[in-house]
């Protein structure tokens, strides 16, 4: 069962940026689909973006042309570059396949505040 850490997160203030990353334990590139998910206080999980093997990437349209998602394979981790943030942003962040499995990391808490 591959096993991801997230980390990268921080306060923020709005219009700034951050950049995730999730590194699995497992080879990055041996995973079909690796998406990034959030979950804000008093509401499920959802996805906010995924990359498939080839490169290809789908975002929710709440992030579309703000977040990036990328593989980086020299550091075995995908990464989620969040620029232009705003406090509706504000959740924790976790990855995990694409379906996801049930297993999940402890995610990592980004806040956008002034």
């Known amino acids: 069962q591959v096993q991801f850490v997230e980390s990268g997160g921080g306060l923020v203030q709005p219009g700034g940026s951050l950049r995730l990353s999730c590194a699995a334990s497992i080879n990055i590139f041996s995973i079909n689909s690796v998406g990034w998910y959030r979950q804000a206080t008093g509401n499920q999980r959802v996805l906010v973006a995924r990359i498939g093997l080839g490169g290809s990437t789908v975002y929710s349209d709440s992030v579309k042309g703000r977040f990036t998602i990328s593989r980086d394979g020299a550091k075995n981790t995908v990464n989620l570059q969040m620029n232009r943030l705003k406090p509706e942003d504000t959740a924790v962040y976790y990855c995990?396949?694409?379906?996801?499995?049930?297993?999940w990391g402890q995610g990592t808490q980004v806040t956008v505040s002034s």
């Open positions: 995990n396949r694409w379906p996801p499995t049930t297993t």
